[in-house]
């Protein structure tokens, strides 16, 4: 993680410097504001990358000596045969279609939204006293 927080951190300071020359010269304020909050969100990642670096264990790509290998293992696990993210791609497109439609659609996209949030949460859920 120490390596990603330096990258965000170098990377803050050239977005600051884009943003100040883009400010200078385009004299545009909605792309100099843009810029300096791309600034902001950089230097928030760099130093809770940073920070987060220094109160866990040295990763593999900390290591310059380390192997690709050195950094397998699990990722997480992930549903193989999950229908909640199609539920919410179609909630959320209904409710994208209705800023250009009308209101009206959000009736429709809000329950929907709902349901594959709902069951996407609970997906996994058997209950808190279930027996086998």
């Not at 902001?40 to 000596?65: E, H, K, N, S, W």
């Not at 696990?77 to 659609?105: K, M, N, R, T, Y």
Request: aromatic share 18%; glycine share 12%.
């Amino acid at each position: 993680m120490k390596i990603q927080g330096k990258m965000f951190m170098w990377l803050s300071v050239f977005v600051l410097a884009m943003a100040v020359v883009y400010g200078v010269w385009s004299k545009e304020p909605a792309g100099t504001t843009a810029l300096f909050l791309a600034f902001g969100l950089c230097i928030m990642i760099g130093f809770y990358l940073g920070f987060t670096a220094r109160r866990v264990d040295v990763g593999a790509q900390d290591d310059l000596d380390a192997d690709v290998a050195d950094d397998a293992g699990e990722l997480g696990f992930f549903s193989p045969h999950s229908w909640q993210p199609l539920s919410l791609a179609i909630g959320g497109a209904f409710a994208f279609l209705a800023v250009a439609v009308g209101w009206w659609l959000l009736y429709f996209a809000f329950p929907i939204v709902l349901i594959g949030i709902f069951g996407w949460v609970f997906e996994y859920y058997r209950g808190e006293n279930r027996t086998q």
